[in-house]
């Protein structure tokens, strides 16, 4: 599984509570994060270096794309390449907001990258949904989580400024497109009221990852948790495990080349 940096630990989370029996090995490419402003052509060639390492050098038998904005740039490019099964966050999410609302007014939020890819229009289109969907991307939002900040007095000012839209668009159930945000929740749900339903990905993704692996469900196991990240490790475990809690420990740390090899 992997993610720019510590998003996608929401994800890791919904896993490990789903399948605690599966070894999980969690790469967040904090070296070269944010993802979200960047080319989508770039945050394609990094998924496919980090699907490549977590094939090749950690034998992965599944990978996660844990990250809205890669798997915006690079699902199909994957699947392409890697002979595993690659899961995106994307149309578990986009399913798991319409079902959560009645109107047919749904939100989605995410990093510019992710929202301005279209990919969400895309899978409403691709699964048919019979949705109303506005999105709206929320710079910096990102940026508050990567230093472990999730709540207070300048979260709440941006929060209210970019939620706006959504908030104008009348939406009962908003999905929180970008793996960093449920971190956020608190202050997103305060901003938006209480009869809209906050939806992450996060659970939905791992039902479907689940779902792909009851032929290999080790009865009573309990697998490995390996953290890797691309910046500095002592950094990303002490975030990490403020985000995500005490089983994050150990992480080590990977370096590219600059030929984006592994060193
Ligand atoms: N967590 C990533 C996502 O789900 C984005 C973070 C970033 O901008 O790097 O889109």
């Not at 929401?10 to 789903?18: H, K, P, S």
């Not at 029996?21 to 496919?48: K, M």
């Not at 599944?62 to 390449?81: F, G, I």
């Not at 966050?89 to 990093?111: F, Y």
Request: hydrophobic share 40%.
């Amino acid at each position: 599984m992997f993610d720019s940096g510590f998003g996608g630990l929401t994800v890791a989370r919904a896993v490990i509570d789903l399948l605690p029996d599966q070894d999980l090995v969690y790469f967040g490419d904090t070296g070269r994060y944010p993802y979200g402003p960047r080319d989508l052509d770039e945050v394609r060639q990094f998924a496919l270096q980090i699907g490549r390492l977590l094939r090749r050098r950690y034998k992965a038998k599944l990978l996660v794309v844990a990250c809205n904005t890669a798997a915006a740039a690079s699902l199909e490019h994957l699947r392409d390449e890697l002979d595993i099964p690659v899961v995106g966050v994307i149309e578990p999410g986009i399913v798991a907001a319409s079902q959560a609302s009645t109107s047919g007014n749904v939100g989605v939020i995410g990093t510019v990258g992710a929202i301005g890819s279209g990919a969400y229009a895309a899978a409403v289109a691709d699964l048919n949904l019979a949705i109303e969907l506005t999105s709206c991307a929320c710079p910096g939002f990102v940026e508050f989580v990567e230093r472990g900040e999730t709540d207070g007095e300048g979260i709440e000012l941006l929060a209210n400024r970019l939620l706006r839209p959504i908030i104008d668009a009348d939406v009962d159930s908003l999905l929180l497109g970008c793996t960093h945000y449920p971190y956020l929740a608190r202050t997103i749900g305060d901003v938006m009221g209480r009869p809209v339903t906050l939806v992450s990905s996060a659970d939905e993704t791992a039902f479907e990852v689940r779902r792909l692996l009851i032929e290999d469900h080790r009865e009573g196991e309990i697998g490995t948790r390996t953290f890797i990240s691309s910046g500095d490790a002592g950094m990303f475990e002490s975030i990490g495990r403020r985000l995500f809690g005490a089983e994050l420990v150990g992480a080590t740390e990977h370096r590219w080349d600059v030929s984006g090899d592994a060193q």
